[in-house]
């Protein structure tokens, strides 16, 4: 049978299984623990491991080859469909900040007006501003020479000015959308995109404060390292600084897509259901995939133009762009095909059960699947899409603000305790050219600061909403 005649045979049977729950469950745990074994042990990459643990988890659970096969490219496909087109775009974005010298306006222009108790502080502001619309490891590898620079120039121990900007950068990753993971949860859960930039944004302030600045001060005396003999800047060579866009005029092309969104979520709450004209524009340029879209149009005036791009400029760094995320793409797809598995054999409803039977609180237990996975797996995003899998069918009767809610509980618990099988703690190990005890006692002591932290935010905000 070819393809089409095998997904046709599938779309006719009954999707339903007839498996007790022990089975289903069996099931769960199998995939996951394969999911697990193979991104930790053999070292396969995320997304045929989700797409394994996908297929697996479906014969298990007692569905056919067709209905798994199925299950997982419907979850795939809407997946890539909602999130996907975002992820481009932010992608594309990020790469014009920094290709045109924008973020580098903005660290100076932040760097030239602190003072040396205040740029603790700065720095942290800076990650989270970068942090806003770029991946982590764009945004460490945009940074590192800026933290180095900064360090070297000001005199300050490395870890008072590397803690708070990875604090920021982190947080930002973990809780607030654009980022892959939060924005792959929100698609899931079906949460609004507006409420939780918003509560992402309120949650994320203490979580950087606290991770950063503040805990700076000890890593610095429990890490005492040199600042690296890295990155000469084109000033330390004598050489001209190059045209670069105003900071007002990138500041304003960063902030733009997260105006339009919350904006159309503030309309949605004071005008819920209207069709005014004004309603409806604003509603149209809230979307996500439109106010992104614009962030980029706006991006090759202000940002390309700003720098003295061309056409032809502008068109490579939008090129070259696109490459690096592939990899981010398929984990995301298959994230979402494992979850529709999960969904289409009923084991989120069996789990949904027993957690319901259990006491604790829903967004207690979104944070601690996440945390379990993130500590097996190393990757947030992966940790980040099969919780919110798992944890789906518990948003029925939830409110907008709960279901955000839900969406930063587990984005704060895929941030718990990096260490030796997450990329990101390697990079920072040798990019700072620390040991991985010091990495430990202050990498991973910050990111399990943020997920605590922002699970505290979380439960507070809970408290009034």
Known sequence: MDLTGLFAAAAAADTTPVAPPWQLLTAAAVGIAIIVVLITWLKMHPFLALMIGAIATGVVAGFDAAQTILSFTTGFGTTMGGVGILIALGAIYGKLLADSGGADRIVDTLVARATPRSLPWIMGLIGAIIGLPMFFEVGLVLLVPVIILVARRSGLPLMKIAIPTLAGLSAMHGLVPPHPGPL????????????????????????VIISGPLFANLAARWVRVPVPALFVTAEDEGEQQTRRPSFGATLASILLPVVLMLGRAIADIVAPGSTAPVKVAIDFLGTPVIALLLAVIVGFFVLGRGAGFDRTRITQSVGSSLGPIAGILLIVGAGGGFKQVLVDTGIGDVIADLIAGSGLSILFLAWLVAAVIRIATGSATVATITAAGILQPLTEGLDPAMTALLVLAIGSGSVFLSHVNDAGFWLIKEYFGLSISQTLKSWTVLECLISVVGLGGVLLVSVFV
């Open 184 to 207: 792959a949860a929100i698609d899931i859960l079906g949460a609004n995109l507006g409420v939780t930039l918003a509560l992402g944004v309120l949650v994320a302030i203490p979580a």
